[in-house]
């Protein structure tokens, strides 16, 4: 059990374009789920937090205008970077919650390059 | 959340136990201890978590101390997969259950 996916898992962009990166939860309700960034050699650091039905929060220093964070349902939050540029280009991670739970399970994340 | 302190890298060897320590002198009495691991280019892997009582399951144990101000994570037989880096962090159980990263510890298992 607690199975997150992801998808993409590798895109490739050109400046300027917008990327979608879907996370589900595939056998359980995540009411809140995480958004994380890492850059190679480096920890994953968190980007926001949203909880199903409402807007998300953004950990300081993240622009919420460029990344635009859904969680429409208990198994589907999405996140899309918004005018890509070469320095977005890092390893984006999800993860997800359930009510009963008190831990966080991951996705196996996506590779964004934008050339 | 805790501030976690852990070794840079370990090496063990493979089919011995791997003994990762942490040390959380910060922790408050509701955060709970977790350990993730993260395999390179792989999203991090949930292994186990506690709040004060040892706690063990099928990947590992986790020994905590009685002032809770440190951890020890327990592989009892370290094979070649179990290379990766393992993350000690202190979250808290109630909230928004926000976790935050540090660097960790890079577990290289030798043949």
Same mark, same amino acid.
């Given at each position: 059990? $607690? ?40 920890? +994953? ?10 807007? $998300? ?10 990344? +635009?964070?859904?969680?429409?349902? +208990?198994?589907?939050?999405? +996140? ?36 | ?8 890298? !370990? ?12 040390? &959380? ?20 892997? *949930?292994?186990? &978590? ?8 099928? !990947?590992?144990?986790? #020994? #905590? ?23 000690? #962090? ?6 928004? *259950? ?14």
């Amino acid at each position: 059990g $607690a199975v997150v996916s992801q998808h993409p898992s590798r895109v490739i962009c050109k400046s300027g374009t917008s990327v979608k990166i879907e996370c589900r939860s595939l056998d359980f309700q995540a009411t809140t789920m995480f958004w994380y960034r890492q850059f190679p050699k480096k920890s +994953l650091m968190l980007m926001a937090t949203s909880n199903e039905g409402s807007k $998300a929060t953004y950990e300081q220093g993240v622009e919420k205008d460029k990344f +635009l964070i859904n969680h429409a349902s +208990l198994t589907l939050s999405t +996140l899309t970077v918004t005018s890509a540029h070469p320095e977005d280009s890092s390893f984006y991670i999800c993860s997800a919650r359930g009510a009963a739970r008190d831990t966080q399970y991951f996705g196996p994340g996506t590779r964004l390059t934008v050339l | 959340d805790a501030k976690t302190t852990q070794p840079p890298s !370990m090496d063990c060897a493979e089919g011995r136990a791997a003994n990762l320590p942490c040390n &959380h002198s910060t922790i408050s009495g509701n955060e709970y201890v977790y350990w993730y691991r993260q395999i390179h280019s792989q999203g991090p892997q *949930y292994i186990i &978590h506690g709040l004060k009582n040892n706690e063990t399951n099928e !990947m590992a144990s986790l #020994i #905590i101390t009685e002032d809770r101000k440190s951890s020890t994570l327990i592989l009892p037989h370290a094979t070649l997969r179990d290379t990766a880096v393992y993350y000690c #962090i202190g979250g808290s159980g109630a909230g928004s *259950y926000q976790l935050t990263f540090g660097k960790g510890t890079k577990l290289s298992v030798i043949p």
